[in-house]
């Protein structure tokens, strides 16, 4: 079945560093790809998607482009914030279901 | 409320004991999902039900899980005889249309189930 590769954390940056977490997946055809974020203290909600190949989410200032040759799915944004602290989860539908596989999760932590 | 809301937000039983989980979905959203996170772990699909009928239940780790949404609104998960292994945060999320491709799911806060 589908499935996704996230890269582990914790990571730990200053402000206004460039961020990049990455993400593989494997799958059947070309599904849409997810990022999710999980605040502290909050439910998980979606940060951005791709429907489909070369597609590019964006949010937040976060972007994601979907690469199919490399079948990737990087997480990236050019300055964080301390707010951007959370882990984020790479998702993808189970082949033509409705579940959702995530990925471990990637706690980022920014500090001052 | 505006969003999915989850009781008990905490949990704490005893091995054996019966537990009843509850998710209030987003008011208008047909599709609800069940997801178990772990620690360290992402979360892990349970049971997925359009309307009141579950469409996908292929995520319950044993007979000892049930869920239920009689009116098509609000869902309970049901544990019986709860292990210690049982112990994780049990997410919920709704969403109005079931296109994954098209929608967005979103998610309560969890309950976090902690068997002693």
């Known amino acids: 079945g589908n499935s996704v590769t996230q890269m582990e954390g914790p990571v730990t940056l200053s402000e206004e560093a460039f961020l990049t977490i990455n993400c593989t997946y494997t799958?059947?055809?070309?599904?849409?790809l997810f990022w999710y974020v999980q605040y502290p203290g909050e439910g998980l909600q979606l940060l951005l998607k791709?429907?489909?190949?070369?597609d590019k989410g964006s949010n937040k200032g976060f972007e994601a482009t979907y690469r199919k040759e490399t079948t990737s799915f990087h997480l990236e944004k050019g300055s964080v914030q301390v707010s951007d602290s959370a882990v984020y989860f790479c998702?993808?539908?189970?082949?033509?279901?409705?579940?959702?596989?995530f990925g471990k999760g990637t706690k980022l932590t920014v500090n001052p | 409320g505006a969003g999915v809301s989850q009781t008990p937000s905490n949990k704490v039983t005893e091995k054996g004991k019966y537990v009843e989980l509850r998710c209030d979905p987003i008011?208008?959203?047909?599709?609800l999902y069940w997801y178990r996170q772990s620690l360290g772990q992402g979360p892990e699909f349970l049971i997925y039900?359009?309307?009141?009928?579950?469409?996908?239940d292929s995520g319950l780790p044993n007979d000892r899980f049930f869920a239920v949404r009689p009116e098509g609104s609000v869902s309970t998960l049901k544990i019986q005889r709860t292990e210690r292994g049982d112990s994780a945060v049990y997410l919920c999320?709704?969403?109005?249309?079931?296109?994954?491709?098209?929608?967005?799911?979103?998610f309560g806060e969890g309950s976090r189930l902690t068997v002693l």
């Open positions: 999320a709704s969403s109005l249309i079931t296109g994954l491709d098209t929608g967005e799911l979103f």
């Open positions: 799958a059947t055809g070309y599904p849409s």
């Open positions: 791709a429907t489909k190949a070369d």
């Open positions: 998702a993808l539908p189970q082949g033509g279901s409705e579940k959702l596989v």
């Open positions: 008011s208008g959203h047909t599709a």
């Open positions: 039900f359009q309307g009141t009928g579950a469409a996908d």
